[in-house]
């Protein structure tokens, strides 16, 4: 069982920066793939952004990609998202989610574990 609680949402101007934190529980976090998703209002929830175990692999949406890193430091079981050059349609609520397979995945359904999200507004 992995239990998530992500922080660090807020208000920002549009060009500004916020990092996200995932706190994970349990002894087994260094074995899973994380992964970042969010839902705008009225949206669909979306893939962001995935790293694997070891933080040796990654991957990102192409909304994203060149503004946001994802990073983990498995011994604080936390993994991070550092945003830039935040946009208006960066708005959401952001999720971390974790994945027990070894691979990296966009896929929703392969991430048993979620966090409750954290809210990011971007004003222009």
């Known amino acids: 069982q992995v239990q998530l609680v992500e922080s660090g949402g807020g208000l920002v101007q549009a060009g500004g920066s916020l990092r996200l934190s995932c706190a994970a529980s349990?002894?087994?976090?260094?074995?899973?793939?994380m992964g970042w998703f969010r839902q705008a209002p009225g949206k669909e929830r979306e893939f962001v952004a995935a790293?694997?175990?070891?933080?040796?692999?990654?991957s990102y949406a192409d909304s994203v990609n060149g503004r946001f890193t994802i990073s983990r430091l498995n011994a604080k079981n936390t993994v991070y998202l550092q945003m830039n050059s935040l946009k208006p349609e960066d708005t959401a609520v952001y999720y971390c989610?974790?994945?027990?397979?070894?691979?990296?995945?966009?896929?929703?359904?392969?991430?048993?574990?979620w966090g409750q999200g954290t809210q990011v507004t971007v004003s222009s």
């Open positions: 989610a974790a994945h027990p397979g070894g691979y990296i995945t966009r896929t929703q359904g392969a991430y048993r574990y």
């Open positions: 349990g002894r087994t976090f260094s074995s899973y793939t």
């Open positions: 790293i694997n175990w070891n933080g040796g692999s990654t």
